[in-house]
């Protein structure tokens, strides 16, 4: 009897149409830091939700998630050239970083971390994330400049580390703009910030008009980095270093956060736009994401 059961139950199972399993794609949340600051360039923390249009690809979108003043965890991956040409200012750079490494966890998310990246021919990673200021600073107070300019390298390594990390990812490089010893290109560093999300404020510590023969090529990229990715590109003297990191705390800490999920899915790059109901207002956010670097 059994084996007559289990005959039938095959039979049965034969005479059934081969049926193409189905898959849910999955709709993943795409997440806009978005800074909003007026004609004079003073923030703007006060908008609502319906203040904000958001555009993918040129289709409109339904904002889903909205936060005033978001305090996700920051994860702040601070480049620091230490190339021979830097040396000059080092000691003033490394006085200017540690008040901006107290200043970071001074204040925020208890969560908020930092890591600390060198680069000269080689790039190195001096210190993972942390919250131990001390142990930062520390590592820079005995680095001596040396050497060439990987400042493509950095930015790589730095964006494939970041984009393994949860909540905000920023990046802050210091430098004086030079590219001069990177195997990576201009567009393979673009690409990983931008699927890494890291909205990234370079420093160039000698301004372009400083010297008409030097080469700015790299000093044009990370204004193009910047504008990318909805950060902020600065070229302050030695002397203002300090002012443009605390401007780019003040940034940090008025962020609103936007999430959608996008009507149109593909896994290619998106281009991303924010409009403002105010004309007299601007939004400052990254222009687009690889559909399959969302989390």
Do not use: C
């Amino acid at each position: 009897m059994k084996f007559s059961i289990a005959l039938f139950a095959l039979a049965v199972a034969s005479a059934q149409p081969n049926v193409p399993p189905t898959f849910k794609s999955e709709v993943r949340l795409v997440r806009l830091l978005v800074n909003v600051k007026n004609q004079a360039g003073d923030l703007i923390g006060t908008l609502e939700k319906d203040e904000f249009s958001v555009f993918d690809n040129g289709v409109r979108q339904d904002i889903s998630v909205f936060e005033h003043y978001t305090t996700k965890p920051l994860s702040v991956s601070i480049l620091v050239d230490t190339s021979g040409s830097t040396a000059k200012d080092w000691q003033l750079e490394v006085k200017s970083l540690t008040r901006f490494l107290r200043a970071l966890f001074g204040a925020g998310n208890e969560q908020d971390s930092a890591a600390l990246y060198t680069f000269n021919y080689d790039v190195t990673m001096q210190h993972d994330f942390t919250r131990n200021s001390r142990a930062l600073e520390n590592n820079l107070r005995f680095i001596k400049p040396e050497g060439g300019t990987s400042l493509y390298d950095a930015i790589f390594h730095a964006s494939r580390d970041l984009q393994r990390r949860d909540g905000r990812h920023v990046m802050v490089i210091v430098s004086d703009g030079g590219n001069t010893t990177s195997s990576k290109a201009f567009k393979d560093a673009r690409e990983a910030a931008q699927r890494a999300d890291a909205v990234m404020y370079p420093i160039v510590i000698v301004p372009i008009t400083n010297d008409a023969g030097r080469n700015i090529g790299g000093e044009h990229a990370l204004q193009t980095l910047a504008s990318d990715t909805g950060g902020r590109w600065f070229d302050p003297t030695i002397a203002e270093l300090g002012r443009t990191f605390e401007e780019i705390l003040r940034d940090l800490r008025a962020q609103y956060m936007i999430g959608y999920y996008p009507k149109e899915q593909s896994r290619g790059f998106h281009t991303v736009r924010v409009d403002l109901s105010r004309k007299d207002l601007r939004a400052q956010t990254r222009t687009g994401y690889y559909g399959d670097a969302l989390p």
